[in-house]
């Protein structure tokens, strides 16, 4: 990239940095002490701003930069990550929503601990949230890594290293000095750039091809090199059962991980009633189903008009496509359309990656505090001792996230996301259902649905192509996978549940019926809720 490229995108990056810094800053010097304000922020948002937050939460550099990647290089097979982000949000509507806004405070343990002994449940799902976290934290991480590598010109391992540890150390402030409310308003604020940004863009493509959806789809198809097999399913997950089975895979990991991810569901707690919990998600939907469609747009714009091998050549697995696709339309490179509006995606993108991790950071240090220190120390525990073990928690978590997303640079980061949505469906999602609709679960059933869904998600991710034995693996050189498929979630999604229902016949204590009843109450009525 020239020069000019190079200062406007940074001129834009440091005013994005200072403008939530700023925001930051006049939060921390509210009163941030009280767990209930770092944790949920005071609980005062109204369902429109908590739907733009969860919105902003949801749009990651994972939709913005790697649904778009792998649409420009597979087509049809690329827009399964967006149907399935957009489906999973009628899971969270239907079952989720209202439900744990009545029955919890702060975290997904809130929830569980409600009906059974509280620090066996504490633990683990505390240790569940805190692994997810960190999972989705490195597709974020990968993300950013790639915008500044394509910025400085491609070729700069230390721009990308660097970058990455510098988005740790922002998300770090953003958490332990503003806690939940500054958060929520870095949410909104990406979330307006990020809507206006993909908007402008999708015009411009559908401009460029005379509003003519047909002429898109054809020249991308041309310029793919597989012709309408492109449009077709099966360039990336046809070849053989493997890969069919990785498909399905996917599919369900996407569909039901999003009722499972820590910072979606953290965000339900900011808002007064489990009315406006549902009115959030309603509002969140729309924005959430019309970026997404968007992204359909921009996939496919990007390989019409940038062509897959230059997508490919940039970064391999096609993070960088958006950014491309923006200098394309402005004109090409050397113009000053094309300056401009490469700059400005590049910065929109680089704040949907700052106010991403910021939500995640908080989740799982809210779990770190609120779950393992509260179980772990009850004695010496109070809120005020929870919020401070909360911000180093930040610091801990910020840096394992920086590691990782250094080994993981060049793995594309809708796919990391896609490993994160595995595991969250299968150690989350199965005791959420479970406590929330099943009279008869118990301590032990909670307890083992969540190690049961953790442990072999994670070892099945350790011991497959990602990180070992194919060229795109986190360590080429090396080969110890014994699980052929990439995403674990077919496997370990039903371990989950099993786990659970074993878990709960073998168990030697009776269920709690009164407490069950309570519990029922609560969450359909939302009488006695916090």
Request: with cysteine; charged share 10%; hydrophobic share 55%.
């Amino acid at each position: 990239m020239t020069g000019s490229h190079q200062t406007l995108a940074l001129v834009l990056f440091s005013v994005f940095v200072a403008v939530t810094l700023g925001i930051t800053t006049w939060v921390s010097r509210q009163r941030q002490g009280s767990a209930e304000e770092f944790y949920a922020g005071g609980r005062l948002f109204s369902p429109l701003e908590n739907g733009f937050a969860i919105a902003g939460d949801y749009m990651s550099a994972a939709s913005f930069l790697g649904i778009s990647g792998l649409i420009a290089l597979y087509g049809y097979d690329g827009m399964l990550y967006s149907v399935g982000f957009l489906v999973a949000w009628l899971v969270v509507l239907l079952l989720v929503a209202e439900l744990v806004r009545n029955c919890g405070r702060f975290t997904l343990a809130d929830v569980i601990a409600a009906r059974m002994a509280e620090r066996p449940v504490r633990i683990a799902a505390g240790s569940s949230s805190v692994v997810v976290s960190v999972l989705y934290l490195v597709a974020q991480m990968v993300g950013a890594g790639s915008l500044v590598a394509l910025l400085l010109g491609g070729t700069s391992e230390a721009a990308r290293s660097w970058t990455v540890v510098g988005v740790g150390a922002l998300m770090v402030i953003y958490v332990s000095l503003g806690g939940m409310r500054a958060t929520t308003w870095i949410q909104i604020v990406k979330a307006v750039l990020l809507m206006a940004g993909t908007i402008t863009l999708t015009v411009l493509v559908l401009l460029r091809f005379h509003g003519d959806v047909t002429a898109l789809l054809s020249t991308a198809a041309e310029r793919s090199g597989h012709g309408l097999d492109f449009l077709a399913p099966g360039l990336r997950y046809g070849g053989d059962w493997t890969a069919r089975l990785d498909f399905i895979s996917l599919g369900l990991a996407l569909v039901l991980g999003t009722a499972g991810l820590p910072h979606i569901l953290s965000r339900f707690y900011t808002v007064p009633t489990a009315r406006a919990a549902r009115r959030s998600v309603v509002w969140s939907i729309g924005l959430i189903g019309g970026f997404y469609l968007m992204t359909i747009v921009l996939g496919f714009g990007a390989a019409a008009l940038i062509g897959p091998g230059a997508v490919r050549a940039s970064h391999a697995s096609g993070n960088t496509a958006v950014p491309l696709l923006a200098l394309d339309l402005g004109g090409g490179a050397g113009s000053t359309g094309g300056t401009v509006l490469f700059a400005v995606v590049a910065a929109v993108a680089f704040a949907t990656i700052l106010a991403v991790v910021a939500g995640i950071t908080l989740a799982s240090s809210a779990s770190v505090a609120h779950d393992l220190y509260r179980s772990l120390r009850r004695r010496h525990s109070t809120p005020y001792s929870e919020v401070a073990v909360a911000r180093f928690a930040a610091a801990g978590i910020g840096a394992a996230a920086i590691g990782l997303g250094l080994l993981a640079r060049d793995l594309n980061v809708a796919f990391l996301v896609g490993l994160a949505f595995a595991v969250a469906a299968s150690a989350n999602l199965p005791v959420l259902l479970y406590s929330l609709f099943w009279r008869r679960f118990t301590t032990r059933g909670a307890v083992w649905s969540v190690y049961g869904g953790l442990i072999p998600a994670v070892l099945l991710v350790l011991l497959s192509p990602v990180v070992s034995g194919s060229p795109e693996a986190v360590f080429p050189g090396l080969d110890f996978h014994v699980f052929p498929l990439q995403n674990p979630g077919v496997v370990s999604i039903p371990l989950g549940f099993l786990a659970g229902w074993i878990g709960t016949v073998t168990s030697p204590e009776p269920p709690d019926a009164a407490r069950h009843a309570e519990t029922e109450v609560r969450a359909l009525t939302g009488a006695g809720a916090v």
